[in-house]
């Protein structure tokens, strides 16, 4: 497994959150996490991510125990995080934040900038335009870009289609697959969207109460009983 994750807790404060979560995504695979607001699905993706620090567990990566290992440590060992609001720069322009992105890559940035905008080639006439001057869908695309610049083993992707428009969502996914089936890229996926996660996700974690209660495949989200029972919507 790239990722293991075992008994993981965590929480705000003495708030608790994550309760014993485990499971193990596989190199190569994309895996999603499903669950009514509230749930952990956030919290989960900023504890692997180590902006949580994890009250009891352990979180292993590559074969590298990664459980207090700072955020900074993390990237450079090859997890990407794109944060749910995307959290661009949106003064600096769209080549600017693509740069940002390649600060930890070895290699040619110039390289590194152009296969990106190659991937997402809705980004190219925009390339001199500031962040925040983007469309929301045009900030997601730029902001997935910015993590994928860095090269990462896995990335973590929370909640990429809120607010933006079906053509962008739909470029998300043959984006995303392209990466996965040419270079092995691993991705955990939270989202709400039954259709993208359906997409692009090989199972879909089930998620209640900060606990990882089951695991579906991606034909069992038609299911309305299931997806009422963990989303709360009829789908």
Excluded: W
């Amino acid at each position: 497994m790239m990722l293991e994750v075992d008994r993981l807790s965590a929480g705000y404060g003495r708030i608790p959150i994550l309760n014993n979560v485990t499971f193990g995504v596989a190199e190569g695979e994309f895996v999603g996490v499903l669950g009514h607001n509230g749930m952990g699905k956030t919290t989960l993706l900023r504890a692997l991510m180590g902006y949580l620090p994890a009250t009891s567990g352990r979180v292993t990566f590559d074969g590298a125990e990664l459980t207090r290992a700072e955020p900074f440590r993390r990237a450079r060992a090859g997890i990407g995080y794109v944060p749910q609001g995307r959290e661009i720069f949106p003064q600096l322009s769209v080549h600017e934040n693509l740069a940002m992105g390649a600060l930890k890559r070895k290699g040619d940035e110039a390289a590194a900038i152009a296969t990106a905008l190659d991937a997402f080639p809705r980004l190219k006439p925009l390339i001199d335009r500031p962040g925040g001057a983007l469309s929301g869908g045009e900030q997601q695309l730029l902001a997935i870009a910015r993590c994928l610049v860095g090269a990462p083993k896995l990335i973590l992707l929370d909640e990429p289609t809120e607010g933006i428009q079906p053509s962008i969502i739909d470029e998300i996914v043959e984006t995303m697959l392209g990466f996965r089936d040419r270079g092995g890229l691993t991705m955990i996926l939270v989202e709400q969207n039954l259709e993208f996660i359906a997409a692009l996700s090989q199972r879909v974690l089930m998620i209640q109460k900060g606990a990882i209660v089951r695991s579906a495949r991606p034909d069992e989200l038609h299911d309305v009983g299931l997806i009422h029972e963990f989303i709360g919507v009829n789908e």
